[in-house]
Structures are given as C-alpha cells and as structure tokens.
C-alpha cells in the first residue's frame, strides 16, 4: 500500500474504514502518478539532451565540411586564376622582350651598328631609346 501504516490506522479523514480505502488508494494513484509523470519528465529530458546534442554534433560535422570545400573550391580557383594571369602575362613580357631585341637588331643592321643581343652598352641603351621614342 501506499500509506504509511500510521494513516491506514488512524484513516486519513478519520472517517469509516470504507473512506480510508478510498483515500488510500486515491494516494496511491497520485503517488503512481506523480512517479510517472517524474520518470516522463526525466526521459523527456535525457531524450531532449541526447538529440540536442546529436543534432549539434551532426550539424558542426557538415557545416565544417561544407567550409572545407567552399574553401578548397575558392582557393583552387584563385590559384588557377592567378597563374593563368601571371602565364599571360610572362608570355606577354617574353613576347614584348624578344620583339625588342629583334627591332634593336635589325635597327642595328640598318644603322650599321653591332648588336649582339646583350642588355649591356651604350649601343644597346642608344638602340633600346631609339626604338621606345618610336611608340613614345
């Protein structure tokens, strides 16, 4: 029984022993209650931490991911980018310089002068200045 052996004596109201049943059994039914709706709250509760932080765990998993990727993805295409440009441009820069020594060398040709295709000398630098005020 529910009630402690003091109540089930004396009775809970103090009325007939019929009455002391009824109560009796009306505190077992509020304590089984109460017992049950403690284990809920408690399940409801342990539940609620368990998927709080499963969905935490599984949400930090993929945003970290989805990060690593973007980034693997944006740092890949500015790489990609960055040598395309700087190819294009050493093309550029190789095309521009053998196009120069190739005007300074005929120009050398016309003038009678001699050009060996180095970058040092007066004749170069004369050829080198001649050739810019051209474009200038």
Not at 27 to 46: M, V
Not at 68 to 88: P, R, T
Not at 93 to 106: F, I, Q, S
């Amino acid at each position: 029984m529910c009630t402690s052996s003091r109540a089930r004596r004396q009775g809970a109201s103090g009325g007939p022993a019929n009455s002391r049943k009824q109560y009796a059994r009306g505190q077992c039914r509020d304590t089984a209650r109460s017992s049950a709706e403690a284990l809920h709250k408690a399940l409801h509760e342990a539940l609620h931490g368990a998927l709080h932080e499963a969905l935490h765990e599984a949400l930090h998993e993929a945003l970290h991911e989805a990060l690593h990727e973007a980034l693997h993805e944006a740092l890949h295409e500015a790489l990609h980018e960055a040598l395309h440009e700087a190819l294009h441009e050493a093309l550029r820069t190789e095309a521009l310089h053998e196009a120069l020594h190739e005007a300074l060398y005929t120009e050398a040709l016309h003038d009678g002068s001699a050009y060996d295709g180095s970058a040092n000398g007066s004749t170069t630098e004369a050829l080198y200045k001649s050739f810019v005020q051209r474009f200038v």
